[in-house]
Each structure stands twice: as structure tokens, then as C-alpha cells.
């Protein structure tokens, strides 16, 4: 017969094992790890390509992209025209490219003018989950806009959920979480 002692052992490997396999399973089909980078964006016509910031490993990190008539009526380098951000909460360590827009579009070259974004998700997850997350994502950028001195009525938002989501893996699904912004009118 085995000593209480050793029983004891062995449950102390053998518990926290089958908990820890238990949360995974529970959560699986959020939790992803990154094996590369965040994809950049395509390469707008005669501006250089500079990598986005590294997301932050999360299956729910996304990017806004600006499009690129925008970038050139605001005076946006590349390099400010995306930035990370977790589900749909903004985070604060690069928000210049959307400072630029707002005032781009408050006193700027596009003054009076309005912006339309467009939220998307990747592939994972349900439908309707994917359209909601995808809303908030574009709400939370109107939000920033509008507290930061645009006027609501120059920002409409929607979502696409994962209707253009063309990511396989991800890399590709990095890509496919994000807000566009375009020119409104």
C-alpha cells in the first residue's frame, strides 16, 4: 500500500494539471497565441510601407487603418496611421494618428467634412458576436473622435463583423480585427 504521503504528492501534480487543462478547454476557442506579428496593412499607391506596431498578444488586439486619402489631406505619416487596440477599448500609448484626424477635421483641410468607420472582426466566434464586437470597435474610435472635438454628427459608425475577414491562421486574423476610417461624404 502507497503512503499517505506519497498519494498526497501525486495529487499535488495531478490537480493543478487537470484544473489548468479544464480552464483551457473552457476558453479555447478565444485564447490564441501569436506566432508572428500583426500583418500590415496593403501598401497605399506611392507611400512607403512601414510595419504597424507589434498588437498586443490577445485574440481580440486591433488596428485602425486611415485611408490613404485622408493620410495625404491630413499630413499623417505612415507610421502614425495605425495603432493598437484591445477589444474595444482604446489604449493610450499611440493615439497621435486619431489626434491628427480630429483635428484634421475640426479646423483642418477637412474641416466640416465627415468620417465614416467601419468595424470588423476575424473569422472566430459567432455571427452576431462578430457584428457587435465589431460596432463597438467603431464606437470606440467615434468616442475618441467626438471627446476630442469633433462633432457627432461628423462620425457615423458600422460594423461588417467578419463579412471580409480573410484570415486563416493568426497572422491573417490580426489583420481582419480593425476599423477603417473613410471620408464620409
Known amino acids: 500500500m502507497?503512503?499517505?504521503?506519497?498519494?498526497?504528492?501525486?495529487?499535488?501534480?495531478?490537480?493543478?494539471?487537470?484544473?489548468?487543462?479544464?480552464?483551457?478547454?473552457?476558453?479555447?476557442?478565444?485564447?490564441?497565441?501569436a506566432k508572428a506579428p500583426a500583418a500590415p496593412a496593403p501598401e497605399p499607391v506611392g507611400q512607403t510601407n512601414v510595419q504597424p506596431p507589434t498588437l498586443p498578444n490577445t485574440p481580440t488586439a486591433a488596428t485602425v487603418v486611415i485611408a490613404p486619402e485622408i493620410l495625404r489631406a491630413c499630413n499623417i505619416p505612415d507610421v502614425d496611421a495605425y495603432f493598437a487596440f484591445d477589444s474595444s477599448k482604446l489604449v493610450?500609448?499611440?493615439?497621435?494618428?486619431?489626434?491628427?484626424?480630429?483635428?484634421?477635421?475640426?479646423?483642418?483641410?477637412?474641416?466640416?467634412?465627415?468620417?465614416?468607420?467601419?468595424?470588423?472582426?476575424?473569422?472566430?466566434?459567432?455571427?452576431?458576436?462578430?457584428?457587435?464586437?465589431?460596432?463597438?470597435?467603431?464606437?470606440?474610435?467615434?468616442?475618441?473622435?467626438v471627446g476630442h472635438g469633433l462633432a457627432q454628427k461628423q462620425v457615423t459608425t458600422s460594423s461588417r463583423g467578419a463579412m471580409d475577414a480573410t484570415g486563416h491562421e493568426e497572422t491573417g486574423?490580426?489583420?481582419?480585427?480593425r476599423v477603417d476610417v473613410y471620408l464620409g461624404d
Open 92 to 145: 493610450s500609448f499611440d493615439v497621435s494618428a486619431l489626434d491628427a484626424v480630429t483635428t484634421c477635421f475640426a479646423t483642418g483641410p477637412l474641416a466640416g467634412r465627415t468620417l465614416r468607420l467601419v468595424g470588423h472582426a476575424d473569422p472566430r466566434g459567432a455571427s452576431e458576436y462578430n457584428m457587435t464586437l465589431g460596432q463597438s470597435r467603431s464606437d470606440a474610435v467615434s468616442g475618441y473622435l
Open 173 to 177: 486574423w490580426a489583420h481582419d480585427r
Open 2 to 33: 502507497k503512503s499517505p504521503v506519497r498519494r498526497q504528492s501525486l495529487l499535488g501534480y495531478v490537480a493543478p494539471a487537470l484544473l489548468a487543462l479544464l480552464l483551457s478547454a473552457c476558453g479555447a476557442e478565444k485564447q490564441v497565441q
